[in-house]
């Protein structure tokens, strides 16, 4: 290879190391970043939009969402409150219809004066000048009749408000409990005069409770 082949390539080769090593003779090269993210924050070109509430439509989705539970929950969530009610009056008229049977075990004869049973029951309160009759928070009790025959007595639970007034439309029912002379009850749940109808449908729904006439 002539000599001056080589110096060329020599030369060449200086010039592929420098560039590589990021020179080109004694001048460095400058490498210019593409992008600088500080400084495209502190421009704010890149910023995300901050939001600083919600949007009408999405009040609306909320608004309708809650409308759509409470209608599907208050429903039933009132007639968890009428079964516990329900369920304290049917507590308190078996009290009595198993006194009505001692009673008649005793004298051979029903009463209709709850002064002359032998119970004392929390939270009714009965009427010295009306003894067939007794006040609760929520129901009215009434022994209601003695059969002619005298083999059974008929006693009631009708729902009432606070102050003793029962309740009319779609809250009136009343709770039948008949007491035979054989130790047998009987039960119904009436509204009106309408077996099981109304609240009695998840009121009654026991093997206990009358279903037909």
């Known amino acids: 290879m002539a000599k001056g082949e080589q110096q060329a390539l020599k030369t060449l080769g200086s010039r592929i190391k420098a560039l590589r090593d990021g020179s080109s003779g004694n001048a460095p090269v400058q490498r210019v970043p593409l992008f600088n993210k500080d400084e495209a924050l502190n421009k704010g070109s890149f910023r995300a939009p ?22 599907v929950a208050l429903p039933q969530y009132q007639k968890a409150v009428d ?6 009056a049917i507590h308190m008229l078996t009290q009595i219809a198993k006194a ?8 051979g004869e029903f ?20 003894p067939h009759i007794a006040n609760s928070n ?4 009434t ?17 009432s408000d606070s ?3 029962l309740l009319q439309g779609d809250n009136e029912y009343h709770l039948d409990f008949t007491i035979y002379a054989d130790g047998t009850v ?21 093997d206990e409770w009358t279903k037909t006439k």
């Open 50 to 71: 901050l939001r600083s509430g919600f949007t009408l439509i999405e009040l609306l989705v909320v608004v309708l969402i809650i409308g759509i539970l409470a209608a």
């Open 83 to 88: 079964k516990a009610r329900a369920a304290g």
């Open 100 to 107: 009505e049977s001692l009673h008649y075990l005793e004298y």
């Open 111 to 130: 009463t209709q004066s709850l002064h002359d049973l032998d119970i004392g029951i929390p939270g009714i309160k009965s009427d010295p000048l009306q």
């Open 138 to 141: 929520d129901f009215v009790f």
């Open 143 to 159: 022994i209601v009749q003695i059969a002619t025959s005298g083999d059974f007595v008929q006693v009631w639970a009708s729902a």
């Open 163 to 165: 102050a003793g007034n």
């Open 186 to 206: 009987k039960r119904r749940c009436l509204h009106g005069n309408t077996l099981n109808g109304g609240k009695c449908q998840f009121i009654a729904t026991g």
